[in-house]
C-alpha cells in the first residue's frame, strides 16, 4: 500500500530557483527519506531524517520533518538543470530488519536552463 | 560505494516464457528487495528477502517469486510471463540496524522488460 504522497506531482522551475517538494504520510514512521531518480535509471538516495529530528540539511538541500502532521517537505536551493529528475519520499516504520519502506509515487521536478 | 548490479538494462520475452532477473549487491548486505515501477503507480514491492534462503512477500507477489541462495544475489523469477508485467523491475539491498530500523536502500539501473 501507498503511504508516502509527493505533492506536486510535477515542477517546472528556471535555473537559480529554490525548488519545494511535499510529502504527506498516514501512520507513524520510524524514518522519512527522499530519492532522486534520474529518467530510466536507479533511484539514489539523498537523505534521511529519523522521526525525533525536525529539520536536516545535505548540501543544497533541506529536509523538514513534522510528525504531528505527518508531512515532509524537499526543498532544493538554487537549483540547477541536472537537478532535473523525479524525486520520491519513503518511510521506513518498524525497528527490525524486516520492515520495508513504503514509496510514494514521486514529484518530476523539470529545471529549464 | 554500495554497487547493486542487474543482469540486464533492457529484455524482451515472449509470454509465456520463463523470465530470470538477476541482482547482485557487493556490500555483504542482509536485506534485497525486487520493486516494480509502472506510471502513475510509483514503485510497488513484489518480494524481499532478510537473509539467505528467506523470503517476505510484498504488495504485489502474484505471477513471480524469487530466490536467494546466497547473500550477495536475489532473483526474480516470472514463471510464465504475461504483457501485464511489462514494467521496469529495479532491485535495491540495505543493511539490517535493528536498533534504526530500515535504513538506506541502494538501487540498481533497473531492468526495462517487455512481454510481448
Known amino acids: 500500500s501507498q503511504q508516502g504522497e509527493e505533492d506536486p506531482q510535477a515542477l517546472s522551475i528556471q535555473e537559480g530557483e529554490n525548488a519545494t517538494m511535499n510529502c504527506s504520510y498516514k501512520?507513524?514512521?520510524?524514518?522519512l527519506q527522499w530519492y532522486r531518480q534520474n529518467s530510466g535509471r536507479g533511484l539514489v538516495h539523498l537523505i534521511l531524517?529519523?522521526?525525533?529530528?525536525r529539520e536536516k540539511h545535505s548540501g543544497r538541500l533541506r529536509v523538514t520533518l513534522d510528525t504531528s502532521k505527518k508531512s515532509s517537505s524537499l526543498l532544493i536551493t538554487a537549483s540547477r538543470a541536472a537537478d532535473t529528475a523525479s524525486y520520491f519520499c519513503?518511510?521506513?516504520?518498524?525497528?527490525?530488519?524486516?520492515?520495508?519502506?513504503?514509496f510514494g509515487k514521486g514529484t518530476m521536478l523539470l529545471v529549464s536552463p | 560505494d554500495v554497487k547493486v548490479t542487474q543482469s540486464s538494462r533492457y529484455l524482451v520475452k515472449r509470454t509465456g516464457e520463463k523470465v530470470f532477473l538477476e541482482c547482485v549487491q557487493d556490500?555483504?548486505?542482509?536485506?534485497m528487495f525486487w520493486y516494480r515501477q509502472d506510471p502513475g503507480l510509483g514503485l510497488r514491492l513484489i518480494y524481499f528477502?532478510?537473509?539467505?534462503?528467506?523470503?517476505e512477500k510484498g504488495d504485489i507477489p502474484e505471477g513471480y517469486s524469487v530466490s536467494r541462495e546466497k547473500k550477495e544475489r536475489f532473483s526474480l523469477i516470472l514463471e510464465s510471463a504475461s504483457t501485464n508485467q511489462t514494467s521496469m523491475y529495479l532491485c535495491?539491498?540495505?543493511?539490517?540496524?535493528?536498533?534504526?530500523?530500515?535504513?538506506?536502500?541502494?538501487f540498481g539501473p533497473g531492468t526495462r522488460l517487455l512481454v510481448l
Open positions: 535495491a539491498s540495505s543493511r539490517v540496524d535493528a536498533r534504526r530500523g530500515q535504513e538506506t536502500q541502494y
Open positions: 501512520t507513524s514512521i520510524n524514518n
Open positions: 531524517i529519523r522521526s525525533n529530528e
Open positions: 519513503a518511510t521506513g516504520g518498524g525497528y527490525s530488519g524486516y520492515s520495508t519502506l513504503t
Open positions: 556490500m555483504d548486505h542482509e536485506n
Open positions: 528477502s532478510y537473509d539467505v534462503k528467506m523470503k
